[in-house]
């Protein structure tokens, strides 16, 4: 007969490799390593992010992958998780629900 703590140790192992797996999956990208100075000014960004048509925006935030990351809406409404390089705006995920 298995004891708890033995049981506890043979399902607590395999599900610290999945969480370690998933990590990757769940982080925020990566954007830039350039220096601060050469990022697009924040209140430009986001005359730029409305330009791409998002709206309703309720988040702007600087990630620690460097981004510039927004949570709001796009043109067409649909709820919009999205992550830009600072320094050129280009999009480098999205998630449109």
Request: charge should be negative; aromatic fraction near 8%.
């Amino acid at each position: 007969m298995m004891t708890l703590s033995r049981l506890l140790a043979r399902v607590a192992a395999p599900a610290a490799v999945l969480v370690a797996l998933a990590a990757p999956a769940l982080a925020d990208p990566t954007c830039t390593t350039a220096a601060r100075d050469a990022w697009i000014p924040e209140d430009q960004m986001k005359a730029k992010i409305a330009e791409l048509g998002f709206k309703d925006i309720r988040s702007f935030e600087v990630t620690k992958g460097n981004c510039y990351e927004i949570y709001g809406h796009d043109k067409d409404g649909r709820k919009a998780e999205v992550y830009f390089d600072p320094t050129d705006a280009r999009i480098v995920k999205q998630e449109i629900d």
